[in-house]
């Protein structure tokens, strides 16, 4: 197929504007049809609100969150039991926190607490997470952009930056099913970012392992265990794992985890002794009822499968049609999680989005997978297909196909 | 009643011990029974998961909270309900937050964040909430403790302290059933925290309104309208009030409200925003299936009286039998709230409470009403009777009672 030329682009575009659009691929949500697999949770645990200890789930306290929940996910995450917090509704809390609780109080092995350094810089792998981002950018630390790879972070220039320099402190890593892109962390880039010499003492990996059980396609991914191979290096204090139900059971009612050494853990909890009683075990315990071991995990995020592959599978199948052959047009093709980076060729991506926007479909915000918001190059867009109805995936596809011609086209 | 002899005393604790009793007085929780009342809310809110405005209430999103929630507690909070925030189930969680996000961005009126200044006071009435005093201990911020009275804090020592001093930037207030005294704060007490002049232009009133609809008397105490009376005085946002429903639903799974003006609300909804993308709205559904509205409130807090009303009058009623004409013995009478405060000749709490734990009675431990966990006086004993059945707390009390016979009778 050619590439029109550019009246027909226009012509094309302001068909797309006539059409009165009105459809959303901005965020990794769930859709209702995913949600509803979760539902009959919202009549559970009933009268039966005893944990397996016997513990009254309906009253105060138990900071580590339910045990048996614990076990369930214990494996996923590839953090033994005991380590393993299980707390809120938000695993983005769960890094913020402890992200304060850093800036607070010192860290084990810090020789001061960071808000009482002169500065502190976390590595930012772009694309990436732009809440990850936000968190940094809300709390003063700063973010140093390193290049992402289909094995992970680019580790060359990681393990430069973090021998150089006392003043980086941490790395956001998403191992598994990337957000944006969909990488997968291989046995090398995570041997690599548990062993690595850095000049801080109290360098910190927050290992989001959002998608530990999101796979798209029969081939479940498995990375390797960021933890052991960091005790292992002896550098036991270094990963704090994070993951949740929120995309597994329901996204705003769903079971934050926090996973890390004992004495990570020990730190954290003493801290979040000050700030809360305890999470709501009751939801615990929902869940534990709910999804009952680990396979019937396995089984659920099976029926999730059913529902969102064949909307990744529309955003390949109209790009491929659409922009196989085309120069400086490329598409990750993620095997789980929740996104699709769109690459377009440099200085498009804004105009594109914006062409979006005024036809009536909203896209992630360009620079948004970027630290401040700013793609130097300006050509990812992040497409998140999993929320509307696959039929709007069809049509919102079509309409990312329409703006990215007009701007190529336009481009000259 | 004579007051018995020392070999007397001796001899009743050594009965005490024998009995090998194994009670806790110590903390504010709800009983089983009062639990029971809130129960049929594990079933909820089943299949019909949508807000009153079409909302689905499983995904993402909705930092202010369910608008129906708020809308309930509003009066009972006194704060407008568009300036009511429904969050997550720990109100010591919100406040803790609210510090931690004034010690990391600038208040509304501040000259700068807390954390870069030299000096952070709050002001601590004593005898106050434990609770309270571990989020300033845990965040640097350092407490100076102003005497309670009948009508709350002693707002001539309050006046002069915070006119003076501009390090002194808030004051932590359990306004009605105080935390443990059971005061509650007269409208000029109110009106003078609303209004006083301030050397710090960021000072804030904590409002932890715990007990908003917590009586154990016909009588339901009111109180002033802070956040009206800050904003007639010129001081908007000087109030955070906060409230749970923690002892009136489900201890681990209540929903927590915070209430202030516009502006504080806006920029603590937008510092939390970067710390997750929103609270379990199923469990805010779930209340408002459950309570319905002010009366289903007030009725189902009826039900907790008749629990927990028997509780106070042993206590009190052993009280008054043994210690009526005690010289330097006296105790609290609340209408309201969770605990009585046992006031015991000066230099004898630590005693009493170390024998009352070696007969295996668990009191809280002294001078956890004080800031710093000291009691200068050595005098205050907090009772928490609202979760042992009610012969256990008649048990219980008399245990307290050998105790206190024993620790006087040895000091001579």
């Not at 995990?297 to 064949?310: C, S």
Request: aromatic share 6%; hydrophobic share 40%.
């Amino acid at each position: 197929m050619t590439t029109p030329g550019a009246a027909d682009a226009r012509a094309a575009y302001e068909k797309l504007q006539a059409e009165g659009m009105k459809l959303d691929l901005t965020r990794g949500k769930p859709s209702s049809e995913q949600l509803d697999l979760a539902t009959p949770m919202l009549s559970l645990p009933g009268d039966d609100f005893r944990a397996a200890d016997g513990t009254d789930t309906r009253n105060y306290g138990g900071l580590h969150g339910l045990p048996e929940l614990r076990a369930i996910f214990a494996p996923f995450l590839q953090v033994p039991v005991e380590q393993l917090v299980a707390f809120g509704n938000s695993s983005l809390e769960l890094m913020h926190d402890t992200l304060v609780h850093a800036l607070l109080s010192p860290l084990p092995g810090a020789e001061r607490r960071w808000a009482d350094e002169e500065r502190v810089v976390f590595l930012a792998p772009v694309p990436g997470y732009d809440r990850h981002f936000g968190v940094c950018e809300r709390l003063g630390i700063e973010l140093v952009p390193v290049p992402m790879t289909d094995d992970g972070p680019d580790m060359d220039v990681v393990e430069q930056l973090v021998a150089a320099d006392a003043t980086v402190k941490g790395i956001w890593c998403v191992p598994k099913y990337s957000n944006p892109t969909g990488a997968v962390y291989s046995d090398e880039t995570v041997r690599r970012l548990a062993s690595m010499p850095t000049a801080a003492p109290d360098f910190r990996i927050i290992w989001d392992n959002a998608y530990a059980v999101h796979h798209l396609t029969e081939h479940e991914a498995e990375i390797a265990d960021v933890l052991a191979l960091a005790a292992e290096a002896g550098h036991p204090d270094r990963p704090f794992v994070v993951g949740s139900t929120s995309k597994i059971t329901l996204a705003g009612a769903g079971v934050a985890f926090l996973g890390a050494s004992a004495e990570n853990v020990d730190w954290w909890i003493r801290l979040t002794s000050k700030r809360t009683i305890g999470p709501d075990k009751t939801n615990h315990l929902r869940h534990v009822r709910f999804l009952r071991d680990a396979d019937g995990l396995r089984a659920h995020m099976r029926r999730h499968r059913e529902i969102i592959a064949p909307k990744f599978a529309v955003v390949d199948e109209i790009l491929t049609r659409e922009f196989a052959d085309t120069p400086g047009i490329e598409w990750s093709k993620p095997a789980g999680g929740y996104f699709v980076t769109l690459t377009v060729p440099e200085g498009t991506a804004t105009e594109i989005i914006r062409l979006a926007k005024e036809a009536g479909l909203a896209l992630t915000p360009a620079g948004a997978t970027h630290p401040y918001g700013e793609d130097p190059q300006d050509s990812i867009i992040r497409l998140a297909p999993t929320f509307p109805p696959l039929p709007e995936v069809r049509k919102a596809m079509e309409g990312v196909v329409v703006c990215v011609r007009l701007a190529l086209s336009e481009r000259g």
